[in-house]
């Protein structure tokens, strides 16, 4: 924690990280179809996420509280392997072709896909803090006093 500049800046390592999304799509990944309604289940790993959380401090009643400004997650995904169900209108052959796909060629889809899913997670980050603008840094953080 830099004081000074009210910045967070921490590491969190998975061995794997395992995801899973309903989805919607109409679009490619390097060139590969993506249709329809479905469910995905990503698997990565290993994973290494670096946070940087920049806030500031608003007083409330003469109490202390952290606002989360900015949130940066830079994340290292080695690989990663996919499952996909239901798209192409359950087309079980287009589904299996895709799975097959993806994942001989995991590495690439798993650099390709690494800038998005820092923007997800940054996103989710700054929605957990904002539940936590109404505790007080004090509860928060009791031994940074």
């Known amino acids: ?16 990280l395992a995801m899973f999304a309903d989805i919607g799509i109409n679009g490619h990944v390097l060139n590969i179809s993506l ?19 920049k806030g500031e401090m608003r007083k409330s009643k003469g109490i202390d ?3 989360a400004k900015n949130v940066k997650i830079n994340l290292d995904l080695t690989d990663g392997t996919y499952l996909f169900e239901g798209l192409f209108d359950n087309n079980e052959v ?10 001989a060629n995991s590495v690439m ?14 996103v989710g980050v700054k929605k957990f803090l904002k539940t936590l603008t109404k505790i007080s840094y ?5 031994l940074s006093q």
Do not use: H
Request: hydrophobic content about 35%.
């Open 138 to 142: 004090k509860k928060l953080f009791p």
């Open 94 to 103: 287009l589904v299996r072709m895709t799975n097959e796909v993806f994942n």
């Open 35 to 53: 249709v329809g309604q479905g469910s995905s289940r990503p698997t990565f790993g290993p994973v290494i996420a670096v946070f940087e959380i």
């Open 1 to 16: 924690y830099d004081r000074e500049t009210m910045t967070y800046r921490f590491r969190i390592e998975f061995e794997t």
């Open 65 to 67: 509280y952290y606002n």
């Open 109 to 122: 889809v798993t650099k390709v896909l690494t800038p998005t899913l820092e923007k997800f997670a940054e």
